[in-house]
């Protein structure tokens, strides 16, 4: 019983010690399109890694599909924090 207790707890606390479902991943970022020069911030939902790396890499081919640069990703969140940038990335909420 002791032993059972110590494997659930380890199993429990690596489950929390795993990155966020990439459903629940979002990442903010700024591209660029060029000829005429056009610049955008945005909100994209991320399918891999949860990371800014992991984001930068998901969005530059994204983003390029549709003729536009990835400049820099500005961070990786949650479902919260997407109600407070909704406003500022305007059409490009979900966009991309």
């Known amino acids: ?56 890499s998901e969005l530059a081919a994204r983003l390029a599909q549709q003729g536009w640069t990835l400049l820099n990703v500005l961070g990786v969140f949650g479902p919260d924090g997407l109600a407070e940038r909704k406003d500022s990335a305007g059409s490009n909420y979900l966009r991309f």
């Open 1 to 56: 019983m002791k032993h059972a207790i110590i494997s659930f707890a380890l199993a429990f606390a690596i489950g929390l010690a795993q990155p966020a479902h990439a459903a629940d991943c979002y990442a903010d970022y700024k591209a660029k399109q060029d000829n005429p020069l056009r610049l955008h911030y945005g909100v994209a939902q991320i399918n891999g890694a949860c990371t800014p790396a992991g984001a930068a």
